[in-house]
């Protein structure tokens, strides 16, 4: 049972233009929301992230939009370039650990930025 | 450099066999995790450990195990190896309690199952 969900395996956009990166989760216990890049022969790097009492997160060109109701999120990187060619993972954190907390990864999500 | 150190980067080895892989956590981090990354399987979490302690197990076979050690790094045992289990394993830290950059990945280790 996949409790973080990326529909998308890949996604292509030009450079310049917005990419948008969703994902869809089922578990309501998850408070806390992160997202990761991941390029090829590395391991994944944290990007950005957001509580569950937060709609949006902004960090230049990367916001990050909440959405509890739906169980969605999303990713959004204005202006795309090149460079933010990679896999990206989004992850989920609930809070029934305390401070055990264990993150469950989406497959992710190839976006390609095209010159 | 993330500061979690995996080490081999690359392993290749027949079906039927063991290897170990290590990791080093991030200095500080009491908290270590395993996650394979198969073909389209995205990162499936193997099993965490926390100052020396197993604290929470995923989807880790029978074949598989872990350990943490008092100088706080950790090995994963592969055994009974099959072609299967070809893939890359990311070892990951993190400190007490969740801050809000989650984990510290390894670049992890390529295992190719032959």
């Known amino acids: 049972d996949q409790q973080v969900k990326q529909n998308s395996p890949s996604l292509s956009v030009q450079e310049g233009r917005i990419s948008i990166l969703n994902c869809d989760y089922t578990n309501s216990m998850f408070d806390y929301f992160l997202w990761y890049k991941k390029y090829p022969a590395e391991g994944p790097t944290f990007l950005i992230s957001?509580?569950?009492?937060?709609d949006k997160n902004e960090d230049g060109r990367f916001t990050v939009f909440l959405n509890k109701s739906a169980k969605h999120l999303s990713l959004h990187i204005v202006p795309s370039q090149p460079g933010d060619s990679a896999v990206y993972f989004c992850?989920?954190?609930?809070?029934?650990?305390?401070?055990?907390?264990?993150?469950?990864f989406g497959k992710g999500t190839l976006l390609t930025v095209n010159p | 450099d993330s500061g979690v150190t995996q080490t081999p980067k690359h392993l290749i080895t027949a079906t039927g066999q063991r290897v170990t892989l290590r990791c080093s956590p991030r200095?500080?981090?009491?908290?270590v995790y395993w996650y394979q990354q198969s073909l389209d399987q995205g990162l499936q979490f193997l099993i965490q450990?926390?100052?020396?302690?197993?604290?929470a197990k995923g989807n880790i076979l029978e074949r598989f195990s872990a350990q943490q050690f008092p100088d706080l790094h950790s090995e994963l045992n592969l055994s009974s190896l099959e072609l299967g289990d070809s893939a890359l394993y990311f070892c990951?830290?993190?400190?007490?309690?969740?801050?809000?950059?989650?984990?510290?990945f390894g670049s992890g280790t390529r295992l190719t199952v032959v």
């Open positions: 200095s500080g981090d009491l908290s």
């Open positions: 992850a989920a954190s609930d809070k029934s650990g305390g401070s055990n907390y264990k993150l469950t």
């Open positions: 990951a830290s993190s400190g007490e309690g969740l801050n809000h950059h989650g984990y510290t």
């Open positions: 957001i509580s569950s009492i937060k």
């Open positions: 450990y926390y100052n020396g302690e197993e604290r």
